[in-house]
């Protein structure tokens, strides 16, 4: 076999349950679905960082966001951070990046050089962060020049993957395509995916109270138009001979609560917002098909992929390589990943820090003064029985509390409030507070 590719698609605040094939809710997405038919359905992919910018670093680095320094969004990411493009680039391939990258810190809006692109050098159709899904925008390479197009950005962006695809597709390569939707404004989405979804017809969560149905419409059809967008990405691998030779992922880095438990966006330890799509389809591998109810997370992505594609995976990303699994040459399966959020900002201004492990079971979490929640993910799937305060858990809630303790210290994680994490990581809180989007300014 030649040298396998990777095209790596994920979306940004997609939850899992909103996928179609996930049977939670009435979604369209029969392209992806079609995908999980063709390979791997992981129901239990989990964001360690559920938030923007400590997600895709974790991405990237296949590092805990606190050990990455990139723990909080508008952060940039350091550039002595392992990166799993640069190793595709020392075997040989050709690292592309094009869409939303939200890793290079404040302004949102400026031009991202060639040196802090973490290795995707060799092609560049990004912008650092925007929500304008109506006005597209990027970079081009290393043209600091603004390129705008008229139409729906992801359409746009997919125009752009399978130009590349067509230019580039001989040479090994290690494409990553990220889509800003369905992440809000939820109403910036074509009507034709828009009509899919009559507002008063929605099935909702149960756990949902007081919903704007609208929204949630609109969610559904960035959805729906991201399918669609992969189902053209796919025809092209087709149409250009790729499809056998490369590892198709698809993702997002985190999810989005839509009023269940009556929140908003993400940064929460509920599964709406921790608990994201994951598919891979390996075509080299024809037993990597059907449901994996392993438990994978962003962190161990990098490992993982570099793993499947014969890569050295460097000793400092502390993500599980989990492709010998995946191979059937182990059966090696994490007991929990760790989940976290490290300090309130943006939408989720006055939210205390909080750590806390998911196991295929249950989910735990503790807010830094001292709540927590235990919520049994098998039995009561919307989470809507605390058993945290229950009598008669002090044996489940010890075993939990030992299993967080266990991943802060193997992470180096000393649990302090965001401000000594930031003097930590050598950055101030002025550094937040000059940045208009904080709307006064970072939380402490």
């Given at each position: 076999m030649n040298k396998p590719n990777l095209l790596f698609i994920f979306a940004d605040q997609m939850r899992a349950s909103s996928l179609g094939c996930m049977g939670q809710e009435a979604v369209l997405t029969p392209h992806l679905d079609s995908l999980a038919e063709q390979g791997l359905l992981f129901t239990n992919a989990i964001a360690n960082s559920p938030v923007c910018?400590?997600?895709?670093?974790?991405?990237?680095?296949?590092?805990?966001?606190?050990s990455a320094r990139c723990f909080l969004n508008d952060i940039r990411l350091p550039a002595d951070n392992p990166s799993i493009a640069r190793e595709f680039n020392r075997a040989g391939y050709h690292s592309a990046y094009i869409?939303?990258?939200?890793?290079?810190?404040?302004?949102?809006?400026?031009?991202?050089?060639?040196?802090?692109?973490?290795?995707?050098?060799?092609y560049w159709a990004a912008y650092n962060c925007h929500h304008n899904y109506l006005s597209p925008k990027y970079y081009l390479n290393d043209d600091p020049n603004l390129v705008r197009e008229a139409g729906y950005e992801p359409e746009i962006q997919t125009n752009l993957a399978i130009k590349y695809l067509h230019e580039h597709g001989?040479?090994?390569?290690?494409?990553w395509l990220s889509f800003g939707t369905p992440h809000d404004p939820y109403d910036q989405v074509p009507q034709e995916y828009l009509d899919l979804y009559p507002p008063e017809k929605l099935s909702l969560r149960p756990n949902v109270l007081s919903p704007d149905r609208q929204a949630i419409a609109g969610y559904y059809a960035h959805i729906s138009a991201i399918d669609a967008c992969v189902a053209r990405l796919l025809e092209s691998l087709e149409q250009l001979g790729l499809s056998d030779n490369t590892l198709v992922v698809f993702t997002s880095d985190h999810g989005d609560m839509l009023w269940s438990h009556m929140l908003r966006n993400k940064q929460q330890p509920y599964e709406e917002s921790i608990h994201i799509p994951l598919i891979m389809r390996i075509p080299w591998l024809p037993n990597a098909t059907g449901t994996n109810e392993s438990l994978i997370s962003v962190v161990d992505l990098a490992p993982t992929l570099l793993g499947l594609c014969g890569l050295t995976v460097p000793t400092e990303m502390q993500g599980c390589d989990l492709s010998g699994c995946l191979e059937g040459r182990d059966h090696f399966e994490q007991p929990s990943v760790f989940i976290n959020n490290y300090g309130a900002f943006d939408q989720a201004r006055g939210l205390q820090p909080w750590r806390g492990v998911r196991t295929r079971h249950y989910t735990y979490a503790r807010w830094l003064q001292g709540s927590s929640v235990l919520f049994d993910n098998l039995n009561d799937p919307y989470q809507q029985r605390n058993l945290a305060l229950e009598p008669g858990q002090s044996g489940l809630l010890l075993k939990m509390e030992q299993e967080l303790e266990a991943w802060l210290e193997k992470t180096g994680d000393a649990f302090l409030p965001v401000e000594e994490h930031i003097k930590a990581a050598g950055q101030s809180e002025e550094w937040f507070l000059r940045e208009e989007h904080f709307h006064g300014g970072f939380n402490f």
């Open positions: 910018t400590p997600s895709r670093a974790s991405m990237i680095t296949g590092r805990h966001a606190l869409g939303k990258w939200h890793l290079d810190g404040i302004s949102r809006h400026m031009f991202t050089p060639p040196e802090r692109r973490h290795g995707f050098d060799h001989a040479q090994p390569f290690n494409l």
